[in-house]
């Protein structure tokens, strides 16, 4: 197996590229409480929808990030057994937390 740091992917990937981003505040050119009703509009036609076979229905994006994050602040996030075994022995030998550098 081959380990290429971070950087050296990112430089590799990217050579020759060009690409321009423009970011553009929406209440700059619209009114945001009219952007609000539509988007309600929509996210409530599409819960009007009915779902495809064996689907869990029809929703908007995000919705179901939203279930997600709601049902592991409650229950708490769920990790294998093996997953959960090597983070207490992590702990054990006093491994450092660190992020990543990017």
């Not at 997953?83 to 937390?97: D, G, S, Y």
């Amino acid at each position: 197996m081959m380990y290429v740091h971070y950087e050296q992917a990112v430089e590799a990937m990217t050579k020759g590229m060009s690409q321009v981003f423009i970011a553009i505040h929406p209440a700059a050119v619209v009114d945001m409480k009219a952007v609000q009703a539509q988007m309600e509009e929509t996210i409530e036609f599409l819960h009007s929808l009915p779902p495809m076979a064996g689907s869990r229905g029809v929703h908007a994006p995000g919705e179901g990030l939203d279930r997600t994050r709601a049902k592991n602040r409650e229950n708490g996030i769920p990790v294998t057994e093996e997953t959960w075994a090597r983070i207490l022995q992590a702990e054990k030998e006093n491994v450092q937390k660190t992020a990543p550098k990017f």
